[in-house]
């Protein structure tokens, strides 16, 4: 009798034991699946909307000097299913590889699958824009063509459970057409964990 309780209670063992291997064997595999599929960071898609120039003072006496105020909006869209939350930044507009505007971003939070937009303005160094040697030939075309960088410090979360730091970073082609003042832009960016 005492030998059939201890065979009773190994095979029992051996059951458990396996059971409980094929259910981490199967949480293991569901949860690499998630992660590889629905849970893969994807890129974000963050653009610039200008909505026009403002306050552009031109003179051509005693020296060619420019100011101008770019207003736009900044839309970041999130295709995780994590939200991401970042700090204070700020995006600089270069001219042909010199910096003449910095643009302020606040702090924000993206909803998972979901978008933020960002109301700021970039206040343009005339001074710098003026000096740069392909400033006359851009006037001449009729359009003045910046490129936008951004960098976001922040953190994403998933499920309220995982967190983790990521940076956003973002890299803008701007079009300014001098004679209507409208403006193009097109974007890409990437996340990195």
């Given at each position: 009798?005492?030998d059939?309780?201890?065979?009773s209670?190994r095979r029992?063992?051996?059951i458990?034991?396996?059971v409980?291997?094929?259910v981490l ?6 949860v ?9 960071p994807k890129?974000p898609?963050?653009?610039a909307h ?9 003179t051509f ?8 105020t ?8 999130n295709r995780n ?7 204070n ?5 270069d001219?042909?590889g010199?910096t003449v505007?910095e643009v302020?971003?606040g ?9 933020l937009?960002?109301t700021?303005?970039a206040v343009v160094?005339?001074?710098k824009?003026v000096?740069?040697e392909f400033?006359m030939?851009?006037?001449?075309s009729?359009c003045?063509n910046?490129t ?8 994403v979360?998933?499920l309220?459970?995982f967190?983790m730091h990521?940076i956003?970073i973002s890299?803008?082609d701007?079009?300014?057409?001098i ?6 832009s097109?974007?890409?960016s990437?996340?990195k964990?």
């Amino acid at each position: 009798m005492a030998d059939y309780g201890k065979s009773s209670r190994r095979r029992g063992l051996k059951i458990c034991c396996g059971v409980s291997a094929i259910v981490l064997v199967v949480f293991i595999t569901v949860v690499t699946t998630l992660a590889l599929t629905v849970f893969k960071p994807k890129q974000p898609e963050i653009t610039a909307h200008p909505i026009g120039l403002e306050h552009v003072n031109i003179t051509f006496f005693p020296t060619l000097a420019i100011n101008a105020t770019l207003d736009m909006v900044v839309t970041i869209g999130n295709r995780n299913y994590g939200s991401f939350k970042f700090g204070n930044s700020t995006a600089y507009m270069d001219f042909h590889g010199e910096t003449v505007a910095e643009v302020p971003i606040g702090a924000g939070l993206v909803p998972a699958r979901g978008k933020l937009n960002v109301t700021t303005s970039a206040v343009v160094m005339g001074d710098k824009l003026v000096e740069n040697e392909f400033f006359m030939g851009d006037v001449e075309s009729g359009c003045l063509n910046f490129t936008s960088t951004a960098t976001l410090h922040g953190k994403v979360s998933v499920l309220k459970i995982f967190k983790m730091h990521a940076i956003a970073i973002s890299s803008c082609d701007i079009s300014i057409w001098i004679a209507t003042q409208n403006v193009e832009s097109k974007c890409t960016s990437k996340l990195k964990l």
